[in-house]
């Protein structure tokens, strides 16, 4: 791709940029992780879908702008710049939302993904259960067929934000002859709902980061199964691709991240040459190299290209960056870093540690690298 922006690009970017330095909270809000912050991000969610940048990559109308995937990464690269709040609307708007454009209905769409460009409706991913996490196809919730549509049974787990969020996604054992990837249904459904319990799991820090789900005999219509009964495990492949290959996590975040730690690197340690120089420039080089492979990804899939198996590869590289570049911080910071609370920097680094599991662990994605990118012997299950 061309590197140099067109000017219908460059005024896209002047403009976020503009309004983030006008709207970006001079205090940063509560964590979502508690109730006050959940209901403080929601607002925030509303309040960027107002100036039309919340989704800013899909169809004008369900409240997107028709940007590029290069515009919706340059946007990023902005947000993350200016130091914008989390999304508490991200497992929706860069999970669900890829697999309801790619398999939903038009009536699904246009019920769904407005309510959740604004915040109004926060989703929740509903895929983990006790013995299936990263064997997701040994999953035992089940969805038996009644009049109209489907009683959800069974119990999930390690539900981000399912605490505070209103409605979930995840996949149901339909065919209960069924074995493995077969037999499955992607179904949606109301976290408040009769026969939903929530159940909150607190984190180190105390606050409820996650939610185990339990269901019995949850009723959900016809119309929120996404794609055919039975092909859920084809409907998944799309979010778990999207997940790792492109929208969860963009080079923005680290490319900020890594700015912050030269920064770090120039209070803390002046011009002085040692070993930990050479570690702030390789998480930086790092950062870049991420981004400008992300170009060559958004270039494919702008070409008619999909993310295939490829997305493993990406999603290695980001974790792993992720870690080294909060571990480099930590140790410019010395031991105060513990006690450097206002920073971010220790905070960062506890959650970067999540990276190598959630999404799929490190090593079910080289699992994945090594027999479906590089045709080796399947290893021992
Ligand atoms: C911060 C965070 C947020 C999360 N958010 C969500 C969410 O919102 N929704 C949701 O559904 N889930 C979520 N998860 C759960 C996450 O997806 C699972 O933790 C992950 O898939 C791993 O599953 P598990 O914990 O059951 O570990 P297991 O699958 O039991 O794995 C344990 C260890 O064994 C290894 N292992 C297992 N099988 C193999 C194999 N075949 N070959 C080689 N090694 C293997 C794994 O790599 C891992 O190291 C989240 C997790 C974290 C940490």
């Known amino acids: ?6 000017e219908r690009t460059t005024a896209f970017r002047d403009e976020v940029r503009a309004w983030l330095a006008e709207n970006v909270p001079k205090r940063p809000l509560a964590s979502f992780d508690t109730a006050e912050g959940f209901e403080q991000h929601r607002r925030w969610e509303a309040k960027l879908a107002d100036a039309r940048l919340s989704v800013v990559s ?4 369900y409240g997107g702008r028709d940007a590029s995937l290069l515009e919706w990464v340059l946007f990023e690269e902005e947000y993350y710049a200016a130091g914008a709040p989390g999304r508490v609307g991200q497992n929706g708007i860069f999970m669900l939302a890829p697999t309801l454009f790619s398999h939903g209905t038009p009536e699904q769409r246009k019920r769904i993904l407005p309510a959740m460009a604004r915040g109004e409706q926060v989703w929740a991913q509903a895929w983990s259960e006790p013995e299936a996490g990263s064997d997701i196809a040994a999953l035992r919730s089940t969805a038996t067929r009644t009049d109209g549509g489907w009683l959800l049974s069974g119990q999930k787990v390690w539900s981000s934000r399912a605490t505070y969020a209103d409605r979930a996604f995840g996949l149901f054992r339909s065919d209960q002859d069924s074995e ?3 037999g499955l249904t992607y179904v949606m459904f109301d976290l408040r709902a009769d026969g939903v319990r929530v159940r909150p799991i607190p984190q180190l820090d105390g606050e409820p980061g996650f939610a185990e789900i339990f269901l019995d005999e949850v009723f959900v ?3 929120d199964v996404i794609g055919e009964p039975g092909e859920g495990w084809r409907v998944a492949m799309t979010t778990a691709n999207n997940e790792r290959g492109l929208s969860l996590r963009s080079p923005g975040r680290f490319l900020a991240a890594a700015d912050r730690l030269v920064r770090l690197w120039r ?3 002046g011009d002085t040459e040692t070993a930990l120089a050479a570690r702030v420039a390789d998480a930086w080089i790092q950062a870049r190299a991420y981004q400008l492979y992300t170009f060559g990804t958004v270039t494919r899939l702008a070409e008619g290209g999909e993310l295939g198996p490829e ?3 990406n999603k290695l590289f980001w974790s792993h960056l992720d870690v080294g570049l909060h571990e480099t911080a930590l140790e410019l910071l ?6 450097s609370g206002k920073t971010g920097w220790p905070e960062g680094w506890l959650f970067s540690l999540a990276g190598p599991i959630y ?3 490190d090593q079910i994605q080289r699992n994945v690298v090594a027999e479906r990118l590089l045709g080796l012997p399947r290893g021992q299950r």
């Open 1 to 6: 791709m061309d590197l140099d922006l067109d």
């Open 359 to 361: 999404g799929g662990t």
């Open 58 to 61: 899909w169809p004008r109308e």
């Open 267 to 269: 209070e803390t340690h």
């Open 334 to 339: 010395g031991p105060d870093a513990e006690l």
């Open 180 to 182: 493995r990837h077969r």
């Open 311 to 313: 997305s493993s590869v």
């Open 221 to 223: 219509p016809d119309a």
